[in-house]
């Protein structure tokens, strides 16, 4: 079955990086477009990023843009978020999403504070 799980969440303070990873497995990877969403406490869950089967284009939530790079290795079945120059508004659970078919992960919590 398909399987996303995330890791690479923690707290970091304001300005600092953080780089989420997602694994996934139970689907042919290098065929899927993948993306990355975030959902704050009492706000809906928006998209993150996204990136084409090869990789080959990425596209971004106009409040990452500039600060937060999507990437992947279909070699490894795994999908990263480079996340630098972090604001408390980054502050959120993020979760793996694959298009085909809406599948979700279980999310890795990202705490960004002082």
């Known amino acids: 079955q398909v399987q996303l799980v995330e890791s690479g969440g923690g707290v970091v303070q304001p300005g600092g990086s953080l780089r989420l990873s997602c694994a996934a497995s139970?689907?042919?990877?290098?065929?899927?477009?993948m993306s990355w969403y975030r959902q704050a406490p009492g706000k809906e869950r928006e998209r993150v990023a996204s990136?084409?089967?090869?990789?080959?284009?990425?596209t971004y939530g106009d409040s990452v843009k500039g600060r937060f790079a999507i990437s992947r290795d279909n070699a490894k079945n795994t999908v990263y978020l480079q996340m630098n120059s972090l604001k408390p508004d980054d502050t959120a659970v993020y979760y793996c999403?694959?298009?085909?078919?809406?599948?979700w992960g279980q999310g890795t919590q990202v705490t960004v504070s002082s």
């Open positions: 990136i084409s089967s090869a990789g080959v284009i990425s």
């Open positions: 139970g689907f042919t990877f290098s065929s899927s477009a």
């Open positions: 999403y694959r298009q085909t078919g809406g599948y």
